[in-house]
């Protein structure tokens, strides 16, 4: 119904005084509401758990840390073998693969989607010919259109779906997609691409290059870090961890993780693989030995989902302190992100 110029005016004036009226009394609600103060919880770690603010987190350890981006040129070249290369800004990483009549172009994040034409030019003044999109996520192929030309774009078929979705003029729709396999043949050389199931997203493939030994995954391994929270936002944790072990039944001696500072290499996958191990061990037993209620106010017990977030939180807590004495150290950001680990372990473990 059309409100007449003057009850509009009324309107707004009550709306007005209503909002001021929330606006001074806020405080005064929020004490009412304010929870009963309670002793922390037992051996809390010295990692500040998530919304907590930290002064100064761990140092990041040497075998974390890649070469010097040139701040002039804001990005870096690295051959990986013959005419295949790497971009990076040291936060990102795309690739590209010279052959006889143009390039190839695996992903372009936005934020080094400008850099990628340059890095190519520095190469060779072939165009591109090809684009492989690793997974559909905007953070890792958003700079697609910003390319220019008509490049062939490949995918896997689940990339098509979600980018159809997504409706998204900056991430074109691929041209070619496929279901398990699809070897790319230019020229003199071969790209073979597979995908082995939802690990990270579904769609989300390997990309590798046989003649130069390296292989390409994105958002699974984090070559000397912790990685992303929540397990990379793994959407299936167990599938994550098969990727992983996936990795390394590749014959490969480079790996472009799509993320940090340096390339990967056999080791860091080992690593991050017994770190995942351990995850699972800590959250395993710590889920063993924890008691729903334990601690909590018997008014309390009514309400399920305070039973369980306490319970979830001792379970983490226990989780973050096992594995804190052999980890912190040795994978950069592990106090930014453990908690997140801990939690997310320790939910797929009860659900997965
Ligand atoms: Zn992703």
Redesign the pocket.
Known sequence: MPTAPLARTRLLATCATMVLLAVSTAPLTRQAHAQAPAPSYENMPGIAPPGVRVGKYLDVPEAAKGPAVDPAKGYRIQMLGRDLYMVTENVYQAMFLVHETGVVVVDAPPTIAAAIPKAIAEVTDKPITHLIY????T??IGGAASLGGRPIIIAHEETRKLLARANDPKRPLPTVTFADTYVLSVGSHRLELSYHGNG??PG?IFIYAPAQKTLMV??IVFPGWMMWRHL??AQDVPGYFEHVEKIKSFDFDTLVA?HVARTGTRADVELQSEFLKDLKIAAGSALGSTKVGEGVDPRDFSNAWALFGNFHDRVVIQCVNALTPKWSGRLAGFDVFIWDQCSTMEQSLRVD
Do not use: K, L, Q
Not at 134 to 137: D, L
């Open positions: 690793s997974h559909s996520h953070d890792h990270h997203e989300n994105v958002d990379a936002i799509g």
